[in-house]
C-alpha cells in the first residue's frame, strides 16, 4: 500500500509489482495480489463521482426524514461500487474460516496459473508485424550481425 500516497501526489506510475526481496525474486502470485491492490488504488486516485444519481438524492426524498435508508435495497445494490477486489476477502474471521478458504496469496497463485493457462495475447496486424521486422532488419544491419546469425 506504500503506492498509495505517491498516487495521491500525483505520480502515475506504481513500481515494484510482483517483486519481493528488494527486486531479487519476482512472483506471479505476488504480481496478480499486487495488481488488485494497483486497481484500489486507481479507483481512490479517481475518486468518486458525486451527483444526484450517485447521492441517491431521489430515493433519500422518496423515503423522506427519519426513515431507514441504510436498509434500502439500493443501498445494498451500490455498497460494492467504490471498491470490488476479487482476492482480498472481507468476510469476518469465523465466516472465513467455517467455509475453509483460501488465503489470499494463495488465491492470487491460482489466478496467476489461470491466466498462464488461458490467455491469448491480441495479434498484431501484417502490417505493424512489418514495421517491427523492418525496425529490427535495420538494427541488425546498422550492428553488422551475419546474416546466418538473424
Given at each position: 500500500m506504500t503506492g498509495l500516497l505517491p498516487a495521491l501526489s500525483g505520480c502515475n506510475v506504481i513500481y515494484g509489482l510482483g517483486m519481493l526481496e528488494m527486486g531479487i525474486t519476482f512472483d506471479l502470485g505476488q504480481l496478480v495480489l499486487d495488481n488488485e491492490i494497483a486497481g484500489l488504488i486507481k479507483q481512490a486516485v479517481n475518486g468518486i463521482e458525486v451527483n444526484?444519481?450517485?447521492?441517491s438524492v431521489d430515493l433519500i426524498k422518496e423515503i423522506?426524514?427519519?426513515k431507514d435508508y441504510l436498509a434500502h435495497k439500493s443501498t445494498f445494490d451500490h455498497m460494492r461500487s467504490i471498491s470490488t477486489p476479487t482476492l482480498i476477502n472481507r468476510q469476518m474471521r469465523h465466516q472465513w474460516e467455517k467455509a475453509v478458504n483460501k488465503d489470499v496469496y494463495e488465491k492470487a497463485w491460482d489466478e496467476a496459473k489461470r491466466i498462464l493457462n488461458t490467455y491469448t495475447p491480441p495479434q498484431l496486424s501484417e502490417s505493424v508485424l512489418k514495421?517491427?521486422?523492418?525496425i529490427v532488419t535495420q538494427a541488425e544491419d546498422e550492428m553488422e550481425v551475419p546474416q546466418d546469425q538473424r
Open positions: 444526484d444519481k450517485t447521492l423522506g426524514p427519519f514495421e517491427v521486422r523492418s
